[in-house]
C-alpha cells in the first residue's frame, strides 16, 4: 500500500492508492504499527504529548495559506517563488523537502539570463548545458519528423529491432511506431515548454549521491529538471580545459548532456519510471548483453547493470 507523509502535519501519514482518499496513521513506534488518527479525537505526538488533531490541522492549513501568500508576491525562483496555484503549492513543498534531504545545495536555480548572470565559476558550463537543451529538440524533432516520413530504415527503428532481436509483424510494428511516435512527440512538447519558460525550471544542483546525474520528481507540479551539474559533460569538459589541457583540449561534444535532457524530458511527459540503467553501446556493459541476461530473468542487484545508479541514457 503506498505511504505518504501528511502535507501539512510530519508525523502524520498517508495510506492509500493516489487516486482514492486516504486513511490517516501515525506509526506507533513501541508496538511498530501504524494507528489511526481520528478526526474526532487528539493524538500522541514524537515528543509524547497528546495532540489536537482538528486544531493542529486547521493551524496547519493557515501556515500553509500565509506561506503561499509570502511567496506568491516574489518574482523569482531563487527568492523563493514557486506557484501562483495554491492547490499545486502543496506538492511543491512536498518536493522541496524532499530535494533539500538529497542535494548538498542548489546552484543555479534555472537556466535563465537572471541565473546564468549569477553562475560565476560555473556559466562555462550552464551556459552548455543551456544550449544543450535547445540540441535535444532539434534532435527529437528530427527523429519524429523522419519517422512520420515512414522511414523504416531510420537508425531509431533499427535499434529497435537490434534491442528486441526480433522483426515485428505488420500490426505489432505499427502499434510500436505509433507508441513510440506519441512518446517523441509529449517529450519534444515537454522540452519545447522548457525552452518557452526561459529555461527557467531547468535546475543545477549538487546532488548527495554522485552517481545520478540527472533527476526528476514525478510528483512535481513545475516539472523541474535537476542536473547534477558536477556530473554533467559540460562541467567536466570546463573542468579539464581550465586546469589541465588548455588549449589542448578538443570542442566539447554535447552528447551526453543532450542524453540526459532527453531522459529526463521523458520522465515529466511520459510518467515513466526507473528500473535499471545501462551503459551505452560502447561502455562495459553492451545494451544486448545485459537484455540477454534480464531476458532469463536474472535481476540479481550483485550484477554490474541491474538497478545501479548510473549515467542515464
Keep these: 500500500m503506498k505511504i505518504d507523509k501528511h502535507p501539512l502535519l510530519p508525523h502524520v501519514f498517508m495510506l492509500g492508492p493516489e487516486a482514492a482518499d486516504k486513511i490517516l496513521c501515525r506509526f506507533d513506534r513501541r508496538s511498530q504499527r501504524f494507528v ?3 478526526d474526532e479525537k487528539g493524538f500522541v505526538g514524537a515528543a509524547g504529548a497528546e495532540i489536537d488533531y482538528v486544531k493542529a490541522v486547521r493551524e496547519a ?16 525562483y531563487r527568492e523563493g517563488f514557486r506557484t501562483d496555484d495554491f492547490e499545486e503549492y502543496r506538492g511543491v513543498l512536498q518536493v522541496d523537502d524532499d530535494l533539500r534531504d538529497n542535494v548538498r545545495g542548489i546552484l543555479l536555480y534555472g537556466l535563465d ?19 544543450g537543451v535547445v540540441t535535444a529538440y532539434q534532435h527529437i524533432h528530427q527523429v519524429k519528423q523522419a519517422l512520420m516520413l515512414g522511414d523504416a530504415e531510420h537508425p531509431v527503428l533499427q535499434r529497435f529491432h537490434e534491442i528486441f532481436a526480433v522483426e515485428p509483424e505488420p500490426e505489432s510494428a505499427e502499434a510500436l511506431m505509433v507508441t513510440l511516435l506519441r512518446n517523441i512527440e509529449d517529450t519534444g512538447s515537454e522540452i519545447s515548454r522548457h525552452i518557452s ?11 548527495v549521491n554522485q552517481n545520478v546525474v540527472g533527476e526528476v520528481y514525478r510528483n512535481d507540479p513545475l516539472k523541474r529538471i535537476f542536473i547534477n551539474l ?23 561534444k554535447l552528447n551526453d548532456d543532450v542524453a540526459t535532457i532527453l531522459h529526463e524530458a521523458s520522465h515529466a511527459a511520459i510518467n515513466t519510471r526507473d528500473f535499471f540503467y545501462l551503459d ?3 561502455g562495459h556493459r553492451p545494451l544486448n548483453d545485459e537484455l540477454a541476461r534480464l531476458y532469463i530473468g536474472d535481476m540479481s542487484k550483485k550484477k554490474p547493470g541491474a538497478l545501479s545508479r548510473r549515467r542515464k541514457r
Design 36 to 38: 489511526l488518527v481520528p
Design 113 to 131: 539570463d537572471g541565473e546564468l548572470a549569477l553562475a560565476g565559476k560555473y556559466a562555462d558550463a550552464a551556459w552548455e548545458l543551456r544550449e
Design 197 to 207: 519558460d526561459n529555461f527557467s525550471r531547468i535546475w543545477l544542483i549538487d546532488h
Design 280 to 282: 551505452s553501446r560502447e
Design 61 to 76: 492549513q493557515l501556515r500553509l495559506k500565509k506561506s503561499f501568500a509570502q511567496q506568491s508576491q516574489k518574482i523569482r
Design 230 to 252: 558536477k556530473r554533467s559533460g559540460a562541467y567536466q569538459h570546463y573542468k579539464r580545459y581550465n586546469v589541465k589541457c588548455h588549449f589542448l583540449c578538443t570542442r566539447y
